[in-house]
């Protein structure tokens, strides 16, 4: 059990069904009545954030994610499969699940699986990725000094902007996070 008045930064915990996630908490104790929590929370599934104000005395049951890392393997359409590999289990998951940034991920990569009483709600690829360049315009000599880039298409497919001196067949490392890129490889 989790009581409103121990709220921490990360702390999950389900409310209503939904599992929420403490963003920010401020202890309140106003000059008249009685104490509460104000709190930023956000929903571990939907990614939605809300403020909500509790009482210090409301609880509520704990909600455990469970995080897996997991290699992707391949897709067949809609579905995206990944291997546990401790058991070499396959697990097929829906493109719904995953995230914005999968764009990024190639076959054998290692992902993490996160999931809330074995629903699987979420893909996270790796944080940095080295991929290479299978097309990209040639940089026009003598215009390197003004910070200027250009389109590049990765591996992958996804599309990301890159300096003029990057050509086609290098291989850059991106953060996945932003998809932006951060140096040669």
């Known amino acids: 059990m989790v009581v409103a008045g121990d709220f921490k930064n990360g702390i999950t915990f389900d409310m209503d069904g939904q599992v929420m996630q403490v963003i920010e908490f401020q202890h309140v104790k106003p000059g008249k009545g009685a104490a509460f929590v104000r709190t930023k929370l956000r929903n571990v599934i939907t990614g939605a954030v809300v403020e909500k104000t509790f009482s210090p005395t409301d609880k509520y049951e704990d909600a455990r994610i469970d995080r897996k890392d997991m290699q992707y393997l391949y897709n067949d359409g809609e579905l995206y499969y990944f291997m546990d590999m401790e058991t070499y289990e ?21 992902c993490q699986i996160k999931s809330y009483k074995g629903n699987v709600f979420s893909v996270e690829p790796p944080m940095f990725v080295e991929l ?13 000094a003004t910070g200027t880039t250009k ?13 003029l001196f990057i050509n086609q067949g290098e291989k850059v490392r991106i953060d996945t996070r ?3 890129y951060l140096e040669r490889a």
């Open 132 to 144: 290479e360049i299978v097309d990209a315009e040639p940089g026009v000599k003598g215009d390197t």
């Open 151 to 163: 389109n590049a298409t990765l591996e992958t497919g996804a599309v990301i902007r890159v300096p």
């Open 178 to 180: 932003t998809g932006d």
């Open 90 to 110: 396959q697990m097929p998951l829906n493109a719904d699940k995953l995230s914005d940034n999968f764009k990024f991920v190639k076959e054998e990569m290692i």
